[in-house]
């Protein structure tokens, strides 16, 4: 299964390297009562990440990002969700636009649903594990209020 994960993500790189698409997509910075952070860890990435996804088409951020947390991580409810900000990438050829938000006191009741994913972890934020994704590095020092957003014209 991983080495059909790892194919399937090639074939979409090359994809968007020829067609430069436009992307949307939602991640949560969830943090439990014990001031630890939700990880996931992908089948086809070194890297620790916040989960979540894309957006599909017609999907509001609300609907897309509560869609992904139960496939990837089994979260059905939590209490609030607060909008940290949004956030441009341009990596691999594509126009990447990602809204992240911030939850607290998540319930994981239900077995994730993602084959994608082949861990996730809470960690404490004081003690964060190596291998962190820059824009996940990046978005947990802004919500600490260890960094501003950075806009570069």
Known sequence: MNT????????RRCY?????PTTVGVRAIIVN??????????RYAKNWFLPGGGV???????KAIHRELSEEVGIE?????????CYSNFF??????????VIHHATLSSDPK???????????????PEG???????????????KTIDFNW
Do not use: C, M, N
Not at 4 to 11: A, L, N, P, Q, V
Not at 56 to 62: C, L, T, V
Not at 92 to 101: G, M, P, R, T
């Open 33 to 42: 009562a014990d001031r630890e952070i939700l990880l996931v860890k992908h």
């Open 16 to 20: 968007w390297a020829v067609i430069r």
């Open 56 to 62: 599909q088409k017609g999907e509001s951020f609300a």
């Open 114 to 128: 993602s084959v994608e994913i082949a861990q996730y972890a809470f960690f404490p934020l004081s003690a964060l």
């Open 92 to 101: 691999e050829s594509k126009s990447d636009y990602i809204a992240v938000f």
């Open 132 to 146: 962190l994704s820059p824009g996940t590095r990046k978005r947990i020092q802004e919500y600490l209020g260890e």
């Open 4 to 11: 059909i994960i790892k194919i399937i993500s090639f074939f």
């Open 77 to 85: 409810r939590y209490d609030k969700l607060a909008l940290l900000g």
